[in-house]
Nanobody, 124 residues
Framework: QVQLQESGPGLVKPSQTLSLTCTVSGGSITTDYTYWGWIRQSPGKRLEWMGRITWRGDTAYYPTLKSRTSISRDTLKNQFTLQLSSVTPEDTAVYYC????????????????WGQGTQVTVSG
């Protein structure tokens, strides 16, 4: 069973860069046709797909976040990382890492394995 676990600071100051890591166990981030995504949910809002990295290391981002978002990976550690720059209080949310497979999609609802989520608050 694939398991994902987010880690990173819970509090980030405005204008700083938010950095989160997702550690994957029970499966490899290089398994063919797997897509490893970052998704967030702000209070009172829908799940928002932020971007993903594929089993080959290709990345894609939600258009309105593209200029501030970077996703990378460490295949030796079986981890992938989110960096979101120039954060504002509107970036306060629960951040999830998740896995999709077979088809490349941007709908957060279709991801089948999820981390438990980590609360990130932008304040300072």
């Amino acid at each position: 069973q694939v398991q994902l676990q987010e880690s990173g600071p819970g509090l980030v100051k405005p204008s700083q860069t938010l950095s989160l890591t997702c550690t994957v166990s029970g499966g490899s981030i290089t398994t063919d046709y797997t897509y490893w995504g970052w998704i967030r949910q702000s209070p009172g809002k829908r799940l928002e797909w932020m971007g993903r990295i594929t089993w080959r290391g290709d990345t894609a981002y939600y258009p309105t976040l593209k200029s501030r978002t970077s996703i990378s990976r460490d295949t030796l550690k079986n981890q992938f990382t989110l960096q979101l720059s120039s954060v504002t209080p509107e970036d306060t949310a629960v951040y999830y890492c998740a896995r999709d497979s077979d088809v490349d999609r941007t709908d957060a609802a279709v991801y089948d394995y999820w981390g438990q989520g980590t609360q990130v608050t932008v304040s300072g």
